[in-house]
């Protein structure tokens, strides 16, 4: 085998739009017929299928959303009943983050982009992949069947003794969905774990990896872990509510708290699952669009591992009016706060990167600021969560509405957003309108902090959260909010038409459009089935941009 691939070291300009073509082979039509799709082992197209589902699922759940902020209007429950907006809101929940924020970026951009990232042809596993799409898709459409047979009304977090003995609503439905859904992002962790470890190319160290394919790594040590024990508890909630058990029933020696217990100890490192490949997608973003090595790319990395670690320990800060030891609640606090650290080094490392670097604004760029200003403002507010006296105040409050959104929403979205836009020219081999683009994320970031900085105040007077009918003097506050949930989901629609546009009208992308080091620049938009012709040699550091102009100058020097 040579010891040196030509497409490895090739840096593509962005070519003659009047005269350049899309490649006459690649994996979008290698093979015809909705079969060849369905039946797919091509980690790309099985990403572009979760693409598909999520989005699909993503505008469910953002119509739920909606008709929350219409019945917040109004003071007095005037559009729908009571017992209706509980089913709004927990249907909004179960959709977003079970079938949206929990797979958006690993089952897409992860899927897509892993094995080409590390030099491999596919995901170690290609059956598994495909088998966890359908285990979504199966997840997916009994979560729609519980919404479609009169939907569920215990909240997103199925709470107990509320989901076992007192609602008479499709618990068992909406449970099994997730139960299922929670097997898809088992496998997808599964296989990420073991592609990395035994897939990548030569020359291709743990040092040498993208920070996104870190991020991803920490992210499925998480669901891998974590997933099982929210299996676990949903199977004894089942249980409970068929034959009565009593494990979570103080009547028959069981522990209330005990759901609690198991449901966050996954659904607190749930957060991260989301928010962890987000991370690495900034990563890379502003690394390109600063012409810069991530500063403390060593500290980064770790990081992620260490978010991931350490959100195994923090679960019980969202029990602290639960009924828990004064003790347990002062280690969990500390904790909490100590969490914070890892994602503190993260925000200055990509401040750090940003210093003297020859920055450019292209749309995956302000998506990027965008998640560092939102994600920055719901870390914060998370620490004064963390502490005891304020925690006491504000939970089950419009605070903690706000800041799960700005963490999830502000942050894990506008990432989403940042790397669709980012690999787009790669995944589709065409570029999409940029102004149109700008717009969006300035629309999206204007509408989020519209929508959700108005409900920290609310919060902090004391407004609680899952109520449809509240005091009059909340009215201003929350008809700001409803304004700006409008604006926001003008900025969420304007992408699906603009890229949707591109897929026939968008100009050619070219192979490297962005001007960026890492392997999935360096072969043909969109790729080919089997990735590379040859498995490439990696010979450079992550980042290395000096290299790259080295290359770039030594191709003028060979042209002239």
């Not at 691939?5 to 003659?16: A, E, G, K, M, R």
């Not at 979205?413 to 980012?422: E, K, V, W």
């Not at 009059?472 to 008809?479: F, G, T």
């Amino acid at each position: 085998m040579s010891t040196s691939v030509p497409t490895l070291h090739t840096i593509v300009s962005l070519p003659d739009q009047s005269t350049a073509t899309l490649p006459k082979k690649h994996y979008i039509n290698n093979e015809h017929g909705l079969l060849s799709w369905l039946l797919t082992g091509d980690h790309k197209r099985i990403a572009m299928l979760y693409l598909i589902s999520i989005t699909f699922f993503f505008f469910i759940g953002g119509a739920f959303a909606g008709l929350i902020r219409l019945e917040l209007l109004t003071p007095q429950s005037d559009l729908v009943a009571a017992d209706t907006y509980n089913k709004f809101f927990t249907m909004h929940g179960i959709i977003m983050i079970f079938l949206f924020l929990v797979p958006s970026v690993p089952a897409t951009l992860g899927n897509f982009l892993i094995p080409i990232m590390l030099g491999a042809k596919d995901l170690a596993f290609p059956k598994i992949n495909l088998l966890s799409w359908y285990l979504y898709l199966i997840g997916g459409t009994l979560t729609l069947a519980a919404l479609v047979l009169g939907g569920v009304d215990t909240g997103w977090t199925f709470t107990t003794p509320l989901s076992t003995h007192y609602l008479n609503t499709h618990v068992l439905t909406a449970a099994t969905a997730i139960f299922i859904a929670g097997f898809s992002s088992i496998f997808t962790g599964l296989n990420f774990i073991v592609t990395i470890h035994r897939m990548r190319a030569p020359g291709m160290t743990w040092f040498r990896m993208p920070l996104f394919v870190w991020s991803n790594y920490a992210a499925s040590i998480l669901m891998v872990l974590g997933t099982p024990v929210l299996a676990i508890a949903i199977v004894l909630v089942a249980l409970e509510r068929l034959v009565g058990i009593g494990v979570f029933d103080p009547a028959k020696g069981g522990d209330p708290l005990l759901f609690q217990h198991l449901f966050w100890f996954y659904s607190h490192p749930a957060v991260y699952i989301m928010i962890l490949p987000g991370m690495g997608v900034i990563s890379e973003v502003i690394s390109t669009f600063s012409r810069k090595r991530v500063f403390g790319y060593t500290a980064v990395a770790f990081s992620s591992v260490a978010i991931a670690l350490f959100g195994f320990f923090v679960w019980a800060h969202h029990m602290f009016i639960m009924g828990v030891s004064n003790y347990s609640a002062l280690v969990f606090s500390l904790l909490t706060m100590l969490v914070a650290v890892p994602s503190a080094i993260k925000i200055f490392n990509w401040a750090f990167t940003l210093q003297k670097g020859s920055i450019t604004f292209e749309t995956p760029m302000l998506y990027a600021f965008g998640f560092m200003g939102l994600f920055t403002i719901g870390g914060l507010t998370g620490v004064f969560l963390g502490s005891l006296g304020m925690d006491i105040h504000l939970t089950e409050t419009y605070f903690i509405v706000a800041h799960f959104h700005f963490v999830m929403v502000g942050g894990m979205l506008m990432a989403f957003l940042s790397g669709i836009h980012f690999w787009w020219p790669k995944m589709t081999g065409r570029m999409y309108p940029e102004s149109l683009s700008k717009l969006a994320a300035v629309v999206t970031f204007i509408g989020f902090n519209l929508t959700f900085l108005p409900q920290f105040i609310l919060g902090y007077l004391g407004m609680p959260r899952r109520y449809a009918a509240y005091p009059p003097e909340y009215q201003v506050l929350n008809v700001l909010s409803t304004a700006g949930a409008t604006v926001l989901g003008v900025g969420y629609m304007l992408p699906l038409l603009y890229l949707g546009w591109s897929l026939k009208y968008g100009a050619i992308a070219g192979n490297n459009p962005w001007q960026a080091t890492g392997l999935e620049w360096q072969i043909q938009s969109p790729p080919l089935t089997e990735n590379f012709i040859e498995t490439p040699i990696v010979d450079y550091e992550a980042y290395d941009y000096e290299w790259l102009e080295k290359k770039q100058r030594e191709e003028v020097t060979t042209v002239g």
